[in-house]
């Protein structure tokens, strides 16, 4: 059985800073790329950043330089550290798993929230 259960989440104050993590399991870590999206109300979701297997990231330009993908295939978790939070931040962060051969195979945690607020 797949599953995927983020971390990490809360409120914090503008500027501050969380690490999420994302717990994986029911299939091959290591040779899935993994991903965090966002998903604030009323907008659809985007991506934050991805990690492929080989360990290359892309991050979105909104979190350049604040926010920074890594992973650990020993324990099979995806973290995403965020810097210097901004009230923009704020929105539901989901993580992806995905593997693309002949398909494309794609998994979704259930989200974690963060509030970004004073």
């Known amino acids: 059985q797949v599953q995927l259960v983020e971390s990490g989440g809360g409120l914090v104050q503008p500027g501050g800073s969380l690490r999420l993590s994302c717990a994986a399991s029911?299939?091959?870590?290591?040779?899935?790329?993994m991903g965090w999206y966002r998903q604030a109300p009323g907008q659809q979701r985007e991506l934050v950043a991805t990690?492929?297997?080989?360990?290359?990231?892309n991050y979105a330009d909104s979190v350049k330089g604040r926010f920074t993908i890594s992973r650990d295939n020993a324990k099979n978790t995806v973290y995403l550290q965020m810097n210097r939070l901004k009230p923009e931040d704020t929105a539901v962060y989901y993580c992806n798993a995905e593997k693309s051969t002949v398909h494309t195979v794609s998994y979704w945690g259930r989200g974690t929230q963060v509030t970004v607020s004073s």
């Open positions: 990690i492929t297997s080989g360990g290359s990231t």
């Open positions: 029911g299939f091959m870590f290591s040779i899935y790329a």
